[in-house]
C-alpha cells in the first residue's frame, strides 16, 4: 500500500512537471484512480434540533412546558428533554406537537468513575434508564452506551472535556456509538481544551484518523431559560444540528442521524452540502451581508484547502481518508459538516 502510495506521489510530480502551467493534464485534473468519495444516500429536507438541554425535571430552571415551547418558538423542529436521569414522557406534552414541531424522548443517563463525569444521552427512548456504573472509566461510558442501544435508544457521548473527565484514549475504546458532542453551550465544557489538553474537534480528528465512524453533534446544554442571557450562563439557541431527512418523525430523524446525514452549528446555516464521486460542495444560506470562510480537513487533522467562496468547494484527487467542512461566519459562528469518507484505496 505505501509503495503503491509512493509510486502515485510520484506519477503526480511528474505529471506536473510535464505540464506546463495553467495547462490541464491529459485526462483532466490529477486523480488517483480509483480514489472517491462514498456518496451519502440522502433525500428529504434539514430539520433543525437539539438533542440536549435541561428543565426543573433535573436543574434547569424551567418547566419541560416553557422549555419546550421556547424551542418551538425560535424555530426548531424538534427537541430532546434531556434531565439528569429524569424521563419526560412527550405524551405528556403532546399538545405541543403539531406539524412544525416534534418531541422525542430522551434522558442524560448521569454517572461517574472515580469522580470522573460520565454523561451520554440517551435519545428516543422508550422509558427511564437507570445510569450505569461499571470497573473502570472506559467501561462506565460502554455500559451507559449499550444501556441506552439495550432498549433501541440512540446514544450520544458528552462534553467528554467536562471536569477533564476523558479524552481520544477512552473514546476510541468505546464501540457503538456514532455521536459525539463537539460543541457544547455550557460554559464550563471546555469545548477548546487547553494546557495541552485537546479541543474536541482535535479528539473528532483523531477519532476519526483512528478509522472510528464517529460524527459530531453541537447542542446547547440549556438550563438557563430565565433572567439575563450572558456567556457565563447555560442559554439555549447556542449549539444545534440540522438533520437532512425524509420525514419529521422520530424514527426517520435517528436513522440518519446515525448515518451522518447532518451539520452541526453554532449559527451558519447550509442550503446543501453537495456529495458526488469526487467532489464536496457546501452550499451556505446567506445572512444579511456576513461572509463566510470554509476550511476542508482530512485525516490527521490534515488542512486540505479553504475557500471564500459560495458555494465551496473540494475536488478530490487522492487518498486523504476523508473530508469535512468547517464554515466560519464573519461573526464567528460556525458549522461543521459530517465527514465524506474516501472509499476505494
Ligand atoms: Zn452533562
Ligand atoms: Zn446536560
Known sequence: MNRLRAFLALAVVFAGCYTHPGATPAGGPAQTEGVRFEVPDWSGRWYKGNTHTHTTESDGDSSPEYVARWYKDHGYDFLVLS???????????????????????????????EG?????NGLNIPHVLAA???????????????????????????HPNFQWAFSVE???????????????????????????????????DMLLTGGKRIYGIAVDDAHHFQGEFTADRAN???GWIAVRSRERTADALMEALEAGYFYASTG?????????????EIHIEPDRDFRYHTLFYGSGGRLLGESGANPATYELTRD????????????SDRAWTQPVFVVGR
Not at 84 to 107: M, R
Not at 268 to 280: E, H, M, P
Open 83 to 113: 434531565d439528569h436521569n429524569v424521563y419526560t414522557d412527550p405524551a405528556s406534552l403532546s399538545h405541543l406537537a403539531d406539524s412544525t414541531f416534534l418531541l422525542i424522548a430522551g434522558e442524560e443517563l448521569t454517572s461517574s468513575y
Open 236 to 238: 439555549p439557541g447556542r
Open 170 to 204: 477512552e473514546l476510541r475504546q468505546i464501540e457503538n456509538d456514532r455521536l459525539l458532542e463537539i460543541w457544547n453551550g455550557h460554559p464550563t465544557v471546555h469545548n477548546a481544551g487547553g494546557g495541552g489538553t485537546p479541543s474536541l474537534i482535535e479528539v473528532w
Open 268 to 280: 451558519v446555516s447550509l442550503d446543501d452540502v453537495v456529495v458526488t464521486a469526487n467532489r464536496l
Open 320 to 331: 486523504v481518508g476523508y473530508v469535512r467542512a468547517e464554515v466560519t461566519s464573519s461573526r
Open 116 to 120: 470522573a463525569p460520565v454523561h451520554v
Open 132 to 158: 450505569e456504573r461499571a470497573s473502570s472509566l472506559v467501561e462506565t461510558i460502554q455500559a451507559n452506551v449499550d444501556a441506552v442501544r439495550n432498549v433501541d435508544g440512540v446514544p450520544h457521548i458528552n
